[in-house]
């Protein structure tokens, strides 16, 4: 459902993301990983098309993001770190502004308004402006607007960040609602990003770890701690000894000491 090959992102001399390869097969539940400033928000924008990857590309449900960057945007929805909300617009306003830009059928934005609503729970406050909501339920507004148009495909950049104990626990459950298998042959794909490892653990089944733009860990939360190692140590051990080895790399001598 999504293939990203040597996805590339370099700001000057920053690399912000560095040749990331993965797929995600339709129904996976992917947490994508890694210490803040690893590259997830940026991998997340190149996927959904709002920056352009400097080398590299990827597929969104076999659309290319460069050949057929409409057809593979319909495919996502994208709930951003910071999601466009109107704040002075009502919960229903917002969701039919949001359903015309994604080009919903005039015929049928109410339906799929009131499923984005039931789903995410926000029937008791439709009506209200969304500035004076909590954060949790301004959390919520921003899934809907990312699932209003029923994308096959939801990438979500650390969903439940500046959230409290309680709204995160909601959320979280909101996101494992949403990514399980629908009636029918409808199934979620969904890759989430977060530092938190609580929530990788709590909602997916497969973990993407990236550090300074590498992708370093790809395989099944399962596998992972089978051995009895927790994903703790696994993070801790793969973002740590990344770092020393790139310090080692840029200081001096060490260069030619390290095989
Ligand atoms: N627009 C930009 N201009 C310059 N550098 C950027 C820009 N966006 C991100 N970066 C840099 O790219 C790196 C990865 O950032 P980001 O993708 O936001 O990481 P994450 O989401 O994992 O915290 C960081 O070093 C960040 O400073
Ligand atoms: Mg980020």
């Known amino acids: 459902m999504i293939e990203a090959r040597e996805l590339t ?3 000057g001399d920053t690399v912000a993301v560095d040749g990331v390869d993965f797929s995600v097969q339709k129904g996976e539940v992917v947490g994508f990983l890694g210490p803040n400033a690893a590259g997830k928000t940026t991998t997340m924008r190149m996927l959904t098309g709002f920056i352009p990857p400097t080398n590299g590309t990827a597929t969104i449900a076999d659309y290319d993001i460069f050949e057929n960057p409409l ?3 319909r495919r996502i929805g994208y709930l951003p770190e910071t999601p466009p909300l109107y704040p002075e617009m ?13 080009d919903i059928p005039r015929r049928a934005r109410r339906e799929h308004i009131d499923r984005a609503v039931e789903r995410c729970g926000l029937t008791s406050v439709r009506r209200r402006v969304i ?5 949790g339920f301004r959390q919520r507004v921003g899934l809907a607007q990312a699932i209003v148009h029923e994308p096959p495909v939801l990438i979500l950049d650390e969903p439940t960040v500046g959230l409290d104990p309680l709204q995160i626990h909601e959320i979280r459950s909101l996101i494992r609602d949403l990514a399980a ?8 794909t969904v890759i989430l990003s977060t ?3 609580a929530e990788v653990e709590a909602i997916c089944r497969r973990v993407i770890l990236i550090n ?3 992708k370093v860990v790809d395989a099944p939360i399962e596998d992972l701690t089978r051995n009895g190692q927790s994903l703790e140590e696994l993070f801790v051990r793969e973002t740590a000894s990344d770092a020393v080895a790139k310090r080692e790399a840029s200081d001096g001598g060490a260069r030619e000491a390290t095989p």
């Open 131 to 135: 500035g004076t909501l909590s954060k």
């Open 71 to 73: 057809e593979a945007r």
């Open 181 to 188: 298998p629908g009636k029918g042959d409808t199934q979620q």
């Open 90 to 102: 009502t919960v229903s306003s917002y969701l039919a502004f949001i359903a015309r830009i994604k």
């Open 9 to 11: 992102k370099r700001y």
């Open 195 to 197: 530092h938190i490892l």
């Open 212 to 214: 300074q733009g590498r």
